[in-house]
Structures are given as C-alpha cells and as structure tokens.
C-alpha cells in the first residue's frame, strides 16, 4: 500500500548536490526513518511562480507517479514548506548517461545494443500508459550504481487523450503501435518542445507530437552512443531544423554496426506512421530487429548490465 504519511524536510538527511537544475537542486539524502539513500530535488516555489512553471511541476508529479516501472525513476512522495516543492527520488547513483558518453566517446556495439533494449522496454512501457516522453536525450537518462538505465525528467511529457474528434491538444487515438495517420494520437504543440537536436520533424512541419516522435529520439540517440555525435548537428537550431526536415543523414565510414545503422534509418523515417516501432507490427518490429540480435527481452532490468567505468 502507498505510504501517505506526510514529511517534513526534517525527516531528511541532506548531503550533497547531486545536480542542478531549472528550478533547484537535486541533492542526494537519507531518510532518517528507514535509513533509505534517496535523491530529493527542492524546487523553489518563487522560482516555479515567477517563471510560470506551475503545471510543468505538476506534469512532472504526475506522469512520474503514472509511470512506476523498473526503468523509469521512481517517485517515492512529494511534501512541500512555505518556500520549497520537495521530490523524494529514488536515486541514480551513477548520474547522467551523457556524462559516461562523454567520458567514453563512444560506446561499443554490445554496450549500445544493451542500453538502447533497455530504452525501447522503457518506452514501451510509457506508450502503453499513453505517455509520450517527448524530450528524450542522455541527458534524461540516468545511470544506477549497477548501471541501468532510468528514463527521467517528466516536466515536458504528455498523457495523450483519446480522441474526440476535435482540434487542440491531445487528440486524435492510437500512436505507435497502431500505423494510420488518422489514428495516430498527438499532442498539438504552439512552442518548441524538447531539444533542438533531438526533435522530430512532426514538430517542426506539422507542430503536433506523438508516441512515434519518442522513436524518432530515439534513432538520434542511437546514432549518438555509437559515433558520439548528433546526426543533425549543425551551428545553430535554424540549421539543425533544416537538416531534420531535409533528413540530411549521414553515416561516418567508420560507423561500427550495419545492423544499427539499419535501425538507425528506420528509426529516422521522416513519416511518423512508417517509423519502425509505430506501424502495424508495434513494438515487436523493434524487438525483432537484426541489431537486437541475442538480447533477451525478458526483465532487462536484472540482468547484468555493461559497466561503464
Ligand atoms: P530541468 O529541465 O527540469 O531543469 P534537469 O534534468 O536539468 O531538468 P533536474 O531534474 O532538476 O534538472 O536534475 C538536475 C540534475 O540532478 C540532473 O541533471 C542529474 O544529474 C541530477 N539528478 C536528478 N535526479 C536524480 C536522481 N534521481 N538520481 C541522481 N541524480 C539525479
């Protein structure tokens, strides 16, 4: 059973600063109670007000007690004081996967093959909440002490709504998975979502997101752990939008993997409903794809994962 019991910021042992963010710190804390290790962001209230981040806090909150799920940080409880919003995490001891890709360079093909599983299981498990992430990156994605994966960072995802017919946010049905334009679900979007690198072209052409524009990210972060470079990068977000729109992709000679390059193309297909993962076949065509070769689907989660250090 959920455990309901309010908290006050005295039930915690602060200790260092994990990170910085937009509207606070994340500190790493022990709850005195249980002697439980857990990462608590303190977000500012004046911050959150002045800046008018209100419902970007309460997605967050939200999405993140929707998506309980062993590759997706657990939100354990959130407590609040006069001036601060406090997150009780659970905590990714080994930080950010950007940070251990910069660190290496590049991955090798068997460390890809086993974080990129582990992200399609993750996001497999978010579209079949009907929550689209929509700002997937390394730096979202945080690292364990025994190096799993932890999808993060809820502020910008959306629950999609089942369609009723109209115009505006949310509507539209179905999404990957399902394989018809009409069908697919989407979130109608007026500002720039998410990262310029990482965005999908449904965003820059049409201004709507959905399930598939997570698939989309995710090629791009393919492409990424194996070259250590963004597949449209470019000087300034106006190109990078253009290449994207362009699908200005190119391979280095020294690109380690056909398999994954292959799936790098199908992942990158400029179309959200002939993308790989969002047709007909859902996510099965992943599963089955020839780079996933060997991977055993089953409870990824426990099995050893590659240690990056
Ligand atoms: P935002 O866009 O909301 O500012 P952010 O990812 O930059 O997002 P936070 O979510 O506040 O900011 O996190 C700040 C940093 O704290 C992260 O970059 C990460 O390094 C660290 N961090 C966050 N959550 C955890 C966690 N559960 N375990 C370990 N480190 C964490």
């Known amino acids: ?50 800046e008018d981040k209100i419902r970007y806090v309460t997605t967050e909150r939200d999405l993140l007690d929707l998506c309980k799920h062993p590759l997706v940080v657990r939100l354990y409880y959130t407590f609040s004081d006069p001036s601060s919003l406090y ?47 929509r700002d997937l990156k390394p730096e979202n994605v945080l690292i364990t002490a025994d190096w799993h994966l932890k999808i993060t960072d ?16 949310g509507e539209g049905d179905g999404g990957a998975g399902d394989g018809t334009a009409s069908e697919t679900t989407m979130a109608r979007s007026n500002s720039f979502l998410g990262t310029a690198e990482y965005v999908s072209p449904e965003l820059l052409t049409d201004k709507y997101t959905c ?15 194996l070259t250590g470079a963004m597949p449209f990068h470019a000087a300034t977000d106006y190109l990078i939008f253009q290449r994207i729109q362009k699908r200005d992709l190119k391979f280095p000679d020294d690109f380690p993997s056909d398999e994954a390059r292959g799936l790098v193309d199908e ?6 409903v ?19 070769e060997g991977v055993n689907w089953e409870r990824l989660w426990e099995q050893p994962a590659p240690d990056l250090s």
């Open 1 to 50: 059973m959920a455990d309901s019991r309010k908290r006050y910021r005295e039930d915690f042992e602060f200790r260092t600063v994990l990170g910085e963010g937009s509207f606070g710190q994340v500190y790493e804390a022990e709850e005195k109670a249980n002697g439980r290790r857990c990462a608590i962001k303190v977000l500012s209230k004046d911050h959150i007000m002045r």
């Open 87 to 133: 997150f009780v995490m659970e905590i990714a001891e080994n930080g950010e996967l950007l940070t251990w890709l910069r660190t290496l360079g590049r991955f090798d093909v068997p460390t890809s093959q086993f974080h990129m599983a582990e992200l399609v299981s993750a996001l497999e498990f978010l579209h079949s909440k009907n929550v689209v992430h």
């Open 154 to 169: 809820f502020g910008t995802a959306k629950l999609l709504e089942p369609a009723d017919g109209g115009e505006g946010e």
């Open 211 to 225: 399930k598939a524009s997570d698939l989309w990210g995710l090629g791009c972060i393919l492409y990424q752990l």
């Open 267 to 272: 992942l990158l297909e400029l179309d959200p």
């Open 274 to 292: 002939e993308r790989i993962g969002a047709g007909p076949g859902g996510y099965d065509m992943l599963r089955d794809h020839f780079f996933f």
